[in-house]
């Protein structure tokens, strides 16, 4: 069965610092692989998603991942912390041709002034 | 861009009483809507899927007779608690899959039983 893990799920950073948000996967094949955000009281944004087409991939509010087969993983990373990236993050997995969308437990991002 | 709408955004209703929560998608046909519930501080769970014209797909755990989903055209699902206890106070969301199996969330409902 598909699973995602997302290691920590409170992670801290000074504005300005280095945002790094670990996700490992679980899957039988290879996955489509995402990354949502949600902000307090709202919905979810999606920040990038994973379809085999680059295993780097670019999503929006200057946030990265890179996907590394050997490592089973999917880390979330962002050059500068803003104040505004205080959210909660999910990792997410789905299998090719499979649209449900798996959850890990989410990583709230604290960012310090 | 492709826009999935829920409604209500936020409902409280009593305990013992039914309410439906509505899914769209605004400007695309969407044949496949999933429905997720996500409790206070922890991640989304998969409740069901919901096809269009045929029975929808709960995922294990949930109760089919509690809460009823119909997909009733290509635009529109519908999520039905019914006979609402407190501890059904969640927030649901719900996703729509749109061409080239792109996936779009709704900004979700908040339903607090009282």
């Known amino acids: 069965a598909q699973s995602v893990t997302q290691l920590g799920s409170h992670v801290s950073v000074s504005e300005g610092a280095l945002v790094l948000l670990r996700c490992n996967y679980s899957s039988s094949v290879p996955p489509y692989l995402f990354w949502y955000v949600q902000y307090p009281n709202q919905g979810l944004q999606l920040l990038l998603k994973y379809t085999s087409a680059a295993t780097l991939v670019k999503g929006i509010n200057g946030f990265e991942a890179e996907f590394k087969k050997s490592e089973t993983s999917f880390h979330l990373t962002k050059p500068s912390a803003h104040m505004s990236d205080a959210a909660e993050y999910f990792c997410a997995v789905s299998d090719y041709g499979d649209d449900k969308i798996i959850f890990g437990k989410g990583t709230r991002l604290h960012i310090l002034p | 861009g492709a826009v999935v709408s829920q409604h209500p955004s936020r409902v409280i209703c009593k305990s013992g009483t039914s309410v439906k929560i509505e899914c769209r998608s605004l400007d695309f046909q969407a044949t496949t809507m999933f429905w997720y519930r996500q409790f206070p501080k922890q991640s989304l769970m998969l409740m069901a899927t919901s096809n269009e014209g045929s029975k929808a797909t709960y995922e294990q755990g949930v109760e089919k007779d509690k809460f009823l989903i119909n997909h009733a055209s290509l635009t529109l699902s519908t999520l039905t608690v019914t006979s609402a206890h407190p501890e059904d106070s969640s927030f649901y969301i719900c996703?729509?899959?749109?061409?080239?199996?792109?996936?779009?969330f709704g900004e979700g409902s908040w339903l607090t039983v009282v």
């Open positions: 996703s729509a899959r749109a061409e080239r199996n792109t996936i779009y």
